[in-house]
């Protein structure tokens, strides 16, 4: 089975009400390849998920920016997992460096939030990634390892897990990773998930990139054989996210 491209737009914090309806209607009216080809889910502020989800396309799908780690209850300010479920939400975004710095959560608690949403039955849009300090130092590998094994230590099934390699030093900085950079680690993290998971689950994961992906750099990343789609932030807000959308020019096929 090959790995179908999958896009995603990560909206953060952004938007007012007015703001929101014309990105929906701007990716209502952009023509991109059937979905068959390629995957698109967008992530808005929770705020206006119902919204969004009741205005965009068929065809697209959309995410929530986090949930809480266990069922909800007596956590103010959260919103768990089950109520995603409840409102029609597919997918969910888990462990944003945003997220793990600013809000120090530690791979144990990205890896706790990723089984307990798998286990509500949402799909997750996993993140991990190096700082420039780590990867300066040389141990970008050994990071993402980490990050990955906190993962991989609670989830047995990741039919519905999409592992997004997200460089800290390229998130909205306008420094993407070379294509050659990312391919490096994206190669690596599959032989991880072969050694330390299994063959058929490094073979079908779809490993995506993140950081600074925009219209002009997306179909050169797109090409390489282990990038299998993109996390967008702030390009997802703008009509270049169609063009990245657009950015496979070549069906991958499985390894
Ligand atoms: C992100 O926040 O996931 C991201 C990749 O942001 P940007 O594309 O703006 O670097």
Same mark, same amino acid.
């Given at each position: 089975m090959a790995r179908k491209f999958f896009i995603g737009g990560n909206w953060k914090c952004n938007g007012t009400l007015e703001e929101v309806k014309k990105i929906v209607s701007m990716l209502n009216e952009a023509e991109i390849p059937s979905e068959n080809v390629v995957e698109v889910v967008v992530s808005p502020p929770f705020v206006f998920l119902p919204l969004v989800e009741s205005l965009l396309r068929p065809d697209f799908q959309v995410a929530a920016q986090n949930c809480w780690?266990?069922?909800?209850?007596?956590?103010?300010?959260e919103i768990s997992a089950e109520m995603l479920v409840n409102l029609g939400i597919p997918f969910v975004i888990l462990g944003h460096s945003e997220r793990r710095s600013l %809000? /120090?959560?530690?791979n144990e608690f990205v890896g706790d939030k990723v089984a307990y949403a798998l286990s509500v039955g949402l799909k997750v849009i996993a993140c991990i990634g190096e700082t420039l300090q780590q990867r300066e130092s040389g141990s970008t590998m050994a990071v993402v390892a980490a990050q990955t094994k906190a993962i991989a230590d609670k989830v047995s /099934?990741?039919?519905?897990v999409v592992l997004a390699y997200e460089p800290v030093w390229a998130i909205g900085t306008g420094k993407v990773a070379t294509p050659d950079q990312a391919q490096e680690v994206h190669l690596e993290l599959r032989k991880w998930l072969h050694d330390s998971v299994g063959a058929e689950v490094a073979a079908t994961t779809r490993i995506i990139y993140g950081g600074s992906v925009n219209g002009a750099n997306c179909r050169e990343l797109a090409?390489?054989?282990?990038?299998?789609g993109f996390l967008v932030g702030?390009?997802? %807000?703008?009509?270049e996210f169609a063009d990245i959308i657009r950015s496979l020019t070549v069906m991958k096929s499985q390894l």
């Amino acid at each position: 089975m090959a790995r179908k491209f999958f896009i995603g737009g990560n909206w953060k914090c952004n938007g007012t009400l007015e703001e929101v309806k014309k990105i929906v209607s701007m990716l209502n009216e952009a023509e991109i390849p059937s979905e068959n080809v390629v995957e698109v889910v967008v992530s808005p502020p929770f705020v206006f998920l119902p919204l969004v989800e009741s205005l965009l396309r068929p065809d697209f799908q959309v995410a929530a920016q986090n949930c809480w780690v266990r069922k909800g209850g007596a956590f103010t300010g959260e919103i768990s997992a089950e109520m995603l479920v409840n409102l029609g939400i597919p997918f969910v975004i888990l462990g944003h460096s945003e997220r793990r710095s600013l %809000l /120090n959560e530690s791979n144990e608690f990205v890896g706790d939030k990723v089984a307990y949403a798998l286990s509500v039955g949402l799909k997750v849009i996993a993140c991990i990634g190096e700082t420039l300090q780590q990867r300066e130092s040389g141990s970008t590998m050994a990071v993402v390892a980490a990050q990955t094994k906190a993962i991989a230590d609670k989830v047995s /099934n990741w039919t519905h897990v999409v592992l997004a390699y997200e460089p800290v030093w390229a998130i909205g900085t306008g420094k993407v990773a070379t294509p050659d950079q990312a391919q490096e680690v994206h190669l690596e993290l599959r032989k991880w998930l072969h050694d330390s998971v299994g063959a058929e689950v490094a073979a079908t994961t779809r490993i995506i990139y993140g950081g600074s992906v925009n219209g002009a750099n997306c179909r050169e990343l797109a090409a390489q054989p282990d990038i299998d789609g993109f996390l967008v932030g702030g390009a997802s %807000l703008k009509p270049e996210f169609a063009d990245i959308i657009r950015s496979l020019t070549v069906m991958k096929s499985q390894l």
